[in-house]
Nanobody, 122 residues
Framework: QVQLVESGGGLVQAGGSLRLSCAAS????????MGWYRQAPGNQRDLVAL????????YGGDSIKGRFTISRDNSKNTVYLQMNSLKPEDKDVYYC???????????????WGKGTQVTVSS
């Protein structure tokens, strides 16, 4: 069973940086896309960034580009999100997501982490 261990959230002042990590385990096949979404209470879960196994990236919006950088280490099945120049509006719960194949010939499955809180003080 796939398990995700997220770390790196916390409280930071505006303009500061945080680095989120998410280590995945439990799949007998290599993980496909890995990434991050974020969600505020009462809101939908929005894409932050996704990265393919070949390290092609997709970012969720203009407000993120240039400040956030996603990367992964396939040897460790770990995805990272470097967040710089943080703003109060970046305050959210950040969820790790991975896509994987549960068994040979099966459809691609998605698994969410439990989330890590990011708070940015002004």
């Amino acid at each position: 069973q796939v398990q995700l261990v997220e770390s790196g959230g916390g409280l930071v002042q505006a303009g500061g940086s945080l680095r989120l990590s998410c280590a995945a385990s439990g799949s007998i096949y290599p993980f496909y896309d890995m990434g991050w979404y974020r969600q505020a209470p009462g809101n939908q879960r929005d894409l932050v960034a996704l990265i393919t196994r070949g390290c092609s990236t997709n970012y969720g919006g203009d407000s993120i580009k240039g400040r956030f950088t996603i990367s992964r280490d396939n040897s460790k099945n770990t995805v990272y999100l470097q967040m710089n120049s943080l703003k109060p509006e970046d305050k959210d719960v950040y969820y790790c997501v991975v896509y994987y194949q549960a068994r040979r010939g099966s459809d691609i499955s998605r698994h969410w982490g439990k989330g890590t809180q990011v708070t940015v003080s002004s």
